[in-house]
């Protein structure tokens, strides 16, 4: 078994062993080059210390991404691989953060501290693959994600990892061992204990699975967005779900699908929770806020102009997708259609872009003031119902006759 690696991955290891380190591609490198993906990162650990790591490569090559774990990220080739020493973690008192990690000589006893089976397992060129716990057998065979040990015990050491099995299970299209799943679900409480950062941040992976659902399960679902009511109203959160994997895989708007139902308050509320970022934020609150949003069969252009008026066009196309997903209308999709047209044409959808300003209606005599901005807003209507075209003369005409209004 040979894995195509990365020039600038293979050259670190190759400098790593001529310093007589011991090293290794691990963890989702592995993992992807066994399914026939390529990697996204090139994931490196070592017998090496991180100060041997900095001596190595030079201090100005590396970036000291985590140094007390032994984490130093080299810069390569142009690009970036974190290298991290071999560790063991000890002592889970908060559920959340090991107490202190121990520096190891093996490479074994790292892949043993790691979460699942498939995500355990090391290359190099000269000893190949090293899968202590059947990784390979799970991903390719199998078609399971298994914990690394007892799960019980691992989701207690680190309850991030009870939603990492169904985010592992979602990307990967992999069955969830019985035996893990079985203690997932009965430790998922520990959820409770994880900071909002690192779950939004599997949250958000877990929505960006091609068809996520059937691994959402609802007791750990329910764990971290109580605001959905998974337990409560199943046959609600059933339904979300199905609208979940109707849409391409866009975490916003499928988080979004979720929220919907709960209303706009408590998606406010659990926005906060996950310290989502502002724009995701203001992103998911509309797409909630706008959700109830008809679908204008009788003049998609039109209704697709009024929207322009006031979002942005990515927040449109998302809310067009997420109200086709929860309706099956067709005419959402004809609503899409117009949007792309409307910003092909560049079609006038603001005030700002009227081919008329301010200056021009003072010059027809009308005053400075709030009139100027009503008559604009009322030009601009004019425009976004086709009324009159955004030429310089019509709109003139059309005010000479409406300054009054
Ligand atoms: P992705 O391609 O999604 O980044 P990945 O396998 O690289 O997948 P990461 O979350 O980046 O996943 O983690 C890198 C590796 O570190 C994992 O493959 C796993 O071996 C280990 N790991 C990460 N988080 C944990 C955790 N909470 N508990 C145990 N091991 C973990
Ligand atoms: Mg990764």
């Not at 130093?72 to 063991?88: A, M, N």
């Not at 895989?249 to 499928?254: Q, S, V």
């Not at 699908?257 to 408590?266: F, K, N, S």
């Not at 004809?334 to 003072?362: F, I, P």
């Amino acid at each position: 078994m040979t894995i195509t690696m990365d020039p600038g991955a293979a050259a670190l290891l190759e400098a790593l062993h001529r310093a007589g380190h011991k090293a290794y591609l691990v963890g989702g490198c592995v993992r992807d080059s066994l399914a026939g993906r390529i990697p996204h990162d090139w994931d490196i650990c070592t017998s090496a210390l991180p100060r041997q790591v900095l001596d190595l490569f030079g201090e100005k090559q590396c970036i000291p991404t985590g140094l007390q774990h032994g984490t130093v990220t080299v810069k390569h080739q142009g690009g970036l691989y974190e290298v991290t020493t071999f560790r063991v973690e000890g002592g889970y008192s908060d559920g959340r953060h090991p107490d202190h990690v121990d520096f190891v000589a093996d490479v074994r006893e790292d892949l043993a501290r790691r979460d699942f089976t498939i995500n355990a397992m090391a290359y190099n060129r000269e000893e190949g693959l090293i899968d202590p716990f059947g990784g390979r057998e799970d991903l390719l065979v199998r078609h399971r994600v298994r914990a690394v040990g007892d799960p019980v015990r691992r989701f207690e050491e680190d309850g991030l990892r009870i939603l990492r099995l169904c985010r592992f299970g979602a990307k990967e299209e992999l069955e969830l061992d019985p035996a893990t799943a079985r203690a997932a679900m009965a430790e998922c409480r520990r959820l409770a204990c994880v900071s909002a950062e690192r779950i939004w941040q599997e949250l958000y992976k877990l929505l960006a699975a091609p068809h996520p659902a059937r691994w959402m399960l609802p007791e750990i679902v329910g764990q971290i967005l109580p605001w959905l009511d998974c337990a409560g109203q199943p046959a609600r959160y059933e339904a979300s779900l199905r609208v979940v994997d109707a849409l391409q895989p866009d975490p916003l708007t499928r988080l979004a699908a979720l929220l919907a139902p709960a209303g706009p308050e408590a998606a406010g509320q659990a926005l906060a929770r996950l310290k989502c970022s502002g724009a995701q934020t203001k992103e998911v609150k509309t797409l909630v806020q706008e959700s109830g949003l008809a679908h204008d069969v009788a003049s998609p252009r039109r209704a697709v102009r009024h929207l322009l008026a006031r979002l942005e066009p990515d927040t449109i196309r998302r809310l067009l997708a997420l109200r086709q997903a929860q309706t099956g209308q067709a005419g959402f999709a004809a609503m899409t259609r117009a949007l792309d047209v409307l910003l092909a044409e560049k079609a006038c959808c603001r005030v700002s872009q009227l081919a008329v300003n301010g200056r021009d209606l003072m010059d027809l005599g009308v005053l400075p003031g709030p009139a100027v901005g009503k008559l604009l807003a009322a030009a601009l209507d004019q425009v976004l119902n086709e009324n009159i075209p955004n030429e310089r003369a019509a709109l003139l005409g059309w005010l000479k006759e409406n300054k009054t209004i």
